[in-house]
């Protein structure tokens, strides 16, 4: 992928292609921005073009050195992500780091180091990277990618070079939606609008069937009374069930892998590799609620704006307004805000690692 081909952003890709023409890299970046706009793409193609053979404004994305870093096996390219259940980037995973950056490169011009979420390090692992930027090694550059950089501390921030990512415009993803995966017009409209902006939330939506989801839920929703609520509540259940099935069966589907590598593969490396696919499949699940439950938010944020009579060209569920005149009707507007702040604390407890069933026990017995 070069930086021509990305979808909106054209200012933060802009600002990487004048950096690479006027030869003047900073030491380090920080990619902020909401999760699913391209900040990751940007970052790989941004590390591809430092070391790409032909040393332009783009990566050739055909040299052997570009071809390496897609198939992340270039020597003088390393990505850093969270580890275990908790996902943190650990301490030790930055001191690995720190070594690395007081090397030569082994061939390339730059060393490129990119660390994913870097707001989920601790404030001493962010002390640890906070002494190699003020100290930085020639040729080593450092991307930090944030979602949430009110997460990292503040001389962190000050000491890196920030280029903003901003949600896609809904005009634009709808492109990018119709060209990437074929849907008809009206279906790329209101995934664009479900979406928010990203790219990521329009792929869970198209690619596994939470549109589906979407209807199956809203119908019994729109059905209103507590009967519909229980409903929902099952429904709600039976995903979280399918949930749990597909984790069952991608961690089988991992445990094959362990096996087909034997002796490969020492018992701790073996113990290590579960550990973190579990601690993988268990992000996706949360991920997968998380979609749920903007779902769920989309539906009373909906409702309360029909309800407060802001005209309906703002309405996000258009092709269900009216299920969602009809459900109004008996709702007074602090029960809608009742139920979205029932919502939001659910979310606050899938980000904190709670339960998933808890959260959605706790989500429905407030009667959402």
């Not at 962190?156 to 949600?167: A, D, H, K, N, Y």
Request: proline share 3%; hydrophobic share 45%.
């Amino acid at each position: 992928m070069s930086f021509d081909s990305f979808v909106a952003n054209k200012l933060a890709i802009s600002m990487l292609k004048k950096a690479l023409e006027s030869k003047r890299i900073a030491s380090a970046y920080l990619f902020q921005g909401p999760d699913g706009v391209g900040k990751s793409l940007a970052a790989l193609n941004f590390a591809k073009a430092l070391v790409c053979e032909k040393e332009g404004t783009d990566a050739c994305g055909v040299c052997s050195s570009c071809r390496r870093v897609d198939s992340g096996n270039h020597p003088d390219v390393h990505w850093y992500k969270p580890e275990g259940r908790v996902r943190l980037v650990k301490i030790k995973t930055v001191r690995e780091l720190i070594a690395q950056t007081g090397l030569k490169a082994f061939e390339a011009k730059w060393k490129v180091f990119v660390i994913v979420e870097a707001d989920r390090m601790k404030v001493e692992t962010q002390n640890a990277v906070l002494k190699t930027l003020e100290e930085p090694p020639g040729q080593s550059v450092l991307i930090l990618i944030s979602s949430n950089p009110a997460g990292l501390v503040p001389t962190i921030v000050s000491r890196c070079q920030e280029i903003r990512f901003l949600p896609i415009p809904r005009d634009e993803l709808e492109e990018a939606i119709v060209e990437k995966w074929g849907p008809d017009r009206q279906e790329a409209h209101l995934v664009a609008s479900l979406a928010c902006g990203s790219m990521g939330s329009a792929s869970r939506l198209l690619e596994r069937d939470n549109l589906g989801r979407r209807r199956d839920l809203l119908n019994l929703l729109a059905e209103g009374g507590q009967r519909s609520f229980r409903k929902a509540f099952e429904t709600v259940r039976g995903v979280d069930g399918e949930l749990k099935k597909l984790a069952k069966d991608l961690q089988q589907r991992e445990e094959k892998r362990v096996r087909a590598m034997g002796k490969a593969l020492t018992a701790e490396e073996r113990d290590a590799w579960l550990s973190e696919s579990s601690a993988a499949i268990a992000s996706i699940v949360r991920e997968e609620v998380d979609d749920i439950l903007n779902l769920l938010a989309f539906w009373y944020r909906d409702l309360l704006l029909i309800k407060e009579g802001v005209s309906t060209d703002l309405v996000v569920n258009f092709d269900m307004l009216e299920a969602l005149r009809k459900s109004v009707a008996p709702m007074t507007a602090g029960e809608l805000f009742s139920r979205l702040r029932a919502v939001e604390e659910a979310r606050r407890g899938i980000a904190l690692n709670l339960p998933v069933t808890l959260c959605l026990e706790v989500l429905y017995a407030s009667g959402v």
